[in-house]
């Protein structure tokens, strides 16, 4: 019974490892195909979570067949409290790995979430609609216009709602203007 369940616990490392594998090998088999200036960034952070946990996993899973496979399956269990000093080490370390990734993903996370973050990185860029997406709806201010009739500069960190005005769930594009750019 044993050698049952060593196998067992050794084939799910193995499994994950070429999962880990495969998907790396083939272009989109996890993540959908980028649209985003952004994208590629959080399919990165994506990743590197994958490689950490994957990496801890394979690492447990070892460590379990490792135990299987050394246990005195003959006389009486022997009580042990455990080692204070690994478990403190373990927290601090599991501790150190969230910090870290905590603190890495922020500036990828403030470029992609944050309007002013944006607006720092692409300063040519002219606002015509502020889009804010909810659960269940989309909100689009657009500017008005001014008496030359041309539309007034939309100010993304603060909207004036003097001048400009919102609707849900409907998005207008000026006939012959081009809507992305791609380069």
Avoid at 43 to 71: H, K, S
């Amino acid at each position: 019974m044993r050698v049952f369940w060593t196998l067992l616990f050794l084939f799910v490392p193995v499994l994950g490892v070429g999962f880990i594998l495969y998907s790396m090998a083939t272009p989109n088999a996890w993540l959908p195909e980028n649209v985003s200036t952004n994208g590629v960034n959080i399919d990165n952070l994506f990743y590197l979570i994958l490689a950490i946990t994957g990496f801890f996993f394979v690492v447990t899973e070892l460590l379990l067949v490792y135990a299987i496979l050394t246990a005195k399956t003959e006389g009486k269990a022997t009580y042990t409290h455990g080692s204070k000093v690994l478990e403190v080490s373990w927290t601090i370390m599991t501790a150190a790995i969230l910090l870290f990734i905590a603190l890495y993903q922020m500036p990828t996370w403030a470029r992609s979430k944050f309007i002013s973050k944006f607006r720092e990185t692409n300063p040519e860029a002219k606002p015509t609609a502020l889009i804010t997406a909810s659960q269940f709806l989309w909100q689009v201010r657009y500017p008005t216009v001014d008496e030359n009739g041309k539309p007034r500069e939309l100010n993304w960190k603060s909207p004036d709602f003097r001048d400009s005005f919102e609707t849900v769930n409907e998005l207008h594009v000026p006939p012959k203007e081009a809507v992305m750019k791609k380069g």
